[in-house]
């Protein structure tokens, strides 16, 4: 058994016994997308909601952003043998860690939640559980084998989705 552990703007892709981790997600969301039948799960962990024109990146980084990560997120897993029409999602983190930088701006945490959702719908990926939001890290935990998704809050103790 290993545990692959999933960085910033990186996608892995498990079976059991293997499970996959993000560790430390404040803004950061982790998105998992699973194939429940066949035991395959894969994770991205987000950085950024959208690429925002700067130049920032280029195609080889473009999975630190909800959109375009998440379509090679789901890339990934159909390579990997998933069914498209099995697909489903579990995520979570979006912290608001990071002061906003307006009176009344959304924070970078939010908005990351926000895109992965809006991604997901308009993938027509159902979503089996979420984790977003609040003010504390968290560290996530995808066991392919179970489809269990175990959050760990810095503040807060552990859950299960």
Do not use: W
Not at 17 to 44: F, N, R, T
Not at 57 to 67: I, R
Not at 79 to 93: D, E, F, N, P, T
Request: charged share 20%; aromatic share 2%; proline share 4%.
């Amino acid at each position: 058994m290993a545990t692959l552990m999933v960085n910033i703007a990186q996608i892995k892709i498990a079976r059991p016994p293997d499970m996959l981790c993000a560790l430390g997600l404040g803004s950061c969301v982790g998105v998992v997308l699973y194939d429940e039948d066949l035991k395959i799960a894969g994770m991205l962990h987000v950085l950024l909601p959208t690429p925002d024109g700067t130049g920032i990146g280029g195609q080889d980084t473009m999975t630190k952003f909800a959109d375009p990560g998440i379509l090679k997120l789901q890339e990934a897993v159909l390579q990997a043998g998933a069914r498209k029409s099995r697909l489903k999602a579990k995520m979570a983190g979006g912290a608001a860690v990071l002061t906003a930088s307006a009176s009344g701006s959304v924070g970078i945490g939010q908005r990351n939640g926000e895109e992965c959702l809006r991604m997901l719908a308009k993938m027509q990926i159902p979503i089996m559980g979420k984790d977003l939001g609040g003010t504390c890290g968290r560290s996530l935990y995808f066991d392919p084998g179970n489809n269990i998704l175990r959050v760990k809050k810095l503040i807060g103790g552990e859950s299960q989705l």
